[in-house]
């Protein structure tokens, strides 16, 4: 019951930041702990996963990796203030794009 109220939390969160991003869009996880954003631009997505890593220190997945090119998949199940900061930074990244 914890998990499924952590996921649900953390799902809330990522909901709250797609809402204010321009042309991201969210493909709801129908179960487990991860989710996939789609996101604008003209950016391969594992290029945007690394400079995320090496520039921002956020891991997420490239959606090329599931023949889903500008799309990531993101992680909900650990720490919620983590997710947030997480979210924050790739928003500001896609800001700059």
Known sequence: ARTRDRLRANQA?????????????????EA????????????PSAE????LRATHGVLVVPGVHFGLEHHL???????????????????RVLAND
């Open 73 to 91: 998949r993101i992680g909900i199940g650990g720490n919620a203030g983590l997710l947030q900061e997480g979210l924050a930074r790739l928003g």
């Open 13 to 29: 969160i990522v909901q709250a930041w797609v809402a204010e991003q321009p042309g991201v869009r969210q493909i709801p996880p």
């Open 48 to 51: 945007l996963a690394e400079t």
């Open 32 to 43: 487990g702990g991860v989710t996939l954003v789609s996101y604008p631009g003209a950016r």
